[in-house]
């Protein structure tokens, strides 16, 4: 099975379950891309306000998801907009990357 997940918004909490339901489909044997685009760009940047419980640890589940054999790519022009960069687990990608997710997802989600 084809997963595609899209994520377009950085509150920690949603990221973090979006990246495990990832990691799990991926332990279930699906085969699953991310596309972070608009505000989803800046995740990687994103945990826990201080004091909040449980911390949600969003850099580590996507560690945990690009280990576990995920795909992780995020849309070049909302980084650009942000004056930012890809990194090499999250790399720079297009519309048509972002296509080709939806267009071969057996399920597609977004968060």
Do not use: H
């Not at 560690?63 to 849309?75: K, P, R, S, V």
């Not at 930012?84 to 990608?93: L, Q, R, V």
């Not at 080709?100 to 597609?108: H, P």
Request: some cysteine; overall charge negative.
């Amino acid at each position: 099975m084809k997963t595609g997940i899209i994520i377009s918004c950085t509150d920690a909490e949603t990221v973090w379950n979006a990246f495990r339901l990832g990691s799990f489909a991926i332990e279930q044997g699906d085969d699953v891309k991310v596309f972070l685009l608009g505000k989803g760009v800046e995740c990687a940047d994103v945990d826990s306000e201080a004091g909040d419980v449980p911390d949600f640890d969003v850099q580590g589940q996507m560690e945990n998801f690009a280990g576990a054999g995920g795909e992780i790519l995020a849309c070049g022009t909302c980084l650009q907009i942000r004056q930012s960069k890809g990194s090499e687990i999250c790399p720079i990608s297009t519309m048509a990357d972002l296509y080709d997710i939806v267009d071969q997802s057996d399920r597609l989600l977004t968060f």
